[in-house]
């Protein structure tokens, strides 16, 4: 690396390449040195893949993908690329931290990781990865995507080579898990598996191996976000029920239509279900599926005119308070009259 780079740390460590802090002695910065292990460095495909990370992130100019400085080899003959170093860990850190996010903050994310995909996007680049370890955080909480390594150009769209699927399975669009033909909408479903996770805590699909779940992407609809966190707005709900549509016709025409999507559907506000708020003294399940006790329908009325007639019990003790003050007054009244009537000696 000829002495540019000066290892701080480890940052990640993967089956394909380990990351590193590191100091770029020549323009005096913090950078993340990302390496391709030595095992494979001597495959030919990993040493491709890794070549394309580079050149596909370092033709992509947007706020919200993360900035490749500079690649090569180190004197072993390992791949390496110099890219921004981004203090906040990944997006996956803070959920399996913190747990789920506010509707909010989950739907301000997506919007910024659809814009990331929408500039990739608009250069025929698919990324194919989409999910929240690749999703870094800056020191402001913004995010920006990156680790473009599987990322293909549209025209080169195709899911296998030499029986290989690529893509994580937790997050692996239908048409990925069955080899099919790849395209912009692919990356949305992908973050249609990252907005439920951020909503809801949880993945839609889970299994013992990754084979079992990436099945389940094809042939399972998802349990709606709403009955695990009933506080996610409906409209944000069915917008994530639509990124997850197996069919690609039936999700978001594209990265830019879904940011406008996304933003319709935040403002509509979470609504309590009619039968949680008619719930005559029984419970309903909270924003984290505890359950809570509702006000009793009686309690909730108390002061309020209900079907049937009004309710006289409130309306007994004015009654006599009125009656008791005009026996009082009418009482004077006859006294004095009297008194007005006798003689003093």
């Known amino acids: 690396m000829d002495d540019r780079y000066g290892i701080v740390r480890t940052l990640g460590s993967g089956g394909v390449a380990d990351v590193f802090l590191a100091h770029d002695g020549v323009l005096d910065r913090d950078v993340a040195l990302k390496m391709l292990n030595r095992e494979r460095s001597r495959d030919d495909e990993f040493m491709e893949r890794f070549r394309r990370e580079a050149q596909s992130a370092a033709a992509l100019s947007h706020p919200n993908i993360v900035s490749i400085y500079d690649r090569g080899e180190d004197e072993s003959g390992s791949c390496y690329i110099s890219m921004e170093y981004l203090p906040g860990g990944t997006l996956k850190d803070r959920i399996s931290r913190d747990g789920r996010l506010s509707p909010s903050i989950a739907a301000e994310v997506a919007i910024q990781i659809s814009g990331a995909l ?14 929240p370890q690749n999703v870094l955080i800056t020191r402001s909480g913004d995010v920006k995507v990156g680790d473009f390594g599987i990322a293909r150009a549209e025209s080169e769209s195709s899911m296998t080579r030499t029986n290989l699927v690529l893509g994580t399975a937790a997050y692996m669009s239908p048409e990925q898990a069955t080899g099919g033909r790849v395209e912009p909408r692919s990356d949305l479903y992908s973050l249609g598996v990252v907005m439920y996770e951020m909503l809801t805590g949880e993945l839609p699909f889970e299994g013992h191996d990754p084979v079992a779940v990436a099945m389940k992407h094809v042939n399972v609809p998802p349990r709606p976000p709403r009955e695990i966190v009933r506080d996610i707005p409906k409209g944000l709900n069915d917008l994530v029920l639509r990124l997850l549509a197996k069919d690609q016709g039936n999700r978001p025409a594209s990265a830019d239509a879904l940011v406008d999507e996304i933003r319709r ?14 719930d005559p003294g029984g419970t309903s399940a909270g924003p984290s599926g505890a359950t809570r006790r509702t006000m009793p329908y009686r309690q909730r009325d108390r002061g309020r005119i209900r079907r049937g007639g009004p309710d006289l019990s409130s309306i007994v003790p004015w009654l006599l308070v009125v ?15 009297i008194l007005g009537g006798v003689s003093l000696p």
């Open 323 to 337: 009656l008791f003050v005009v026996g009082v007054v009418v009482g004077g009244m006859l006294v004095l009259r």
């Open 265 to 278: 559907s935040t403002r509509e506000e979470s609504r309590p279900e009619p039968e949680a708020a008619e």
């Open 118 to 131: 929408g500039a990739a996007h608009e250069r025929g680049v698919i990324h194919r990865d989409i999910k």
